[in-house]
């Protein structure tokens, strides 16, 4: 009786030893595939931006896809997020500071947010670039979206050339904008 008791306990102990090995193994896949704040992501880097066409609050269709005038910045937000509520204001100034040669668009990832406090925070942060609502997430699935804030920066050929999960401070995303734009 003593003997299978103790072989019970050790098919346990390794059961729970398997168990705990499997998930802290996709824990450690799970932190490896969030990227840290500011880190550059090369999904996309190099490829053709892809195409989509959402609308703004006042009905005017903004597109993306294909050449364009100018550089653009396509930001992923969401209105609880607060990474996007520090970079909304450097992203509003620098939108307003180059806007000869680049484009801004807010996309608010509405299927993650409540579109009443997405248009609170488009009005407390005055935002001076056209600003959409990706209501189903379809275009931030598109993107391959894995955080907020993710911005996408595409030349004027309609080519992605960074991509940026998280924050920049300021000077770091100036800096990106010139590169970009080649101001």
């Not at 346990?12 to 880190?39: I, M, N, T």
């Not at 996007?84 to 307003?96: H, K, V």
Request: aromatic share 10%; hydrophobic share 45%; charged share 20%.
């Amino acid at each position: 009786m003593r003997a299978v008791k103790r072989l019970n306990f050790a098919v346990l102990a390794l059961v729970v030893l398997f168990v705990a090995a499997v998930l802290g193994s996709r824990l450690d896949d799970e932190q490896e595939a969030v990227p840290a704040a500011g880190q550059t992501s090369s999904a996309g880097a190099g490829r053709a931006a892809p195409a989509f066409s959402l609308e703004d609050n006042n009905g005017h269709v903004y597109s993306v896809g294909g050449p364009r005038e100018k550089a653009l910045i396509v930001n992923f937000w969401a209105s609880w997020c607060g990474p996007c509520q520090e970079e909304a204001p450097d992203l509003n100034a620098m939108a307003l500071k180059y806007k000869n040669v680049l484009d801004v668009y807010g996309v608010n990832v509405t299927s993650q947010d409540y579109k009443p406090n997405a248009e609170r925070f488009v009005r407390k942060y005055m935002l001076a670039f056209p600003v959409m609502y990706d209501l189903k997430g379809d275009v931030f699935d598109q993107y391959q979206g894995q955080v907020f804030p993710t911005n996408v920066l595409i030349d004027k050929n309609g080519v992605i050339t960074e991509v940026v999960l998280g924050t920049l401070t300021a000077e770091e995303l100036e800096n990106k904008i010139i590169a970009l734009t080649g101001s």
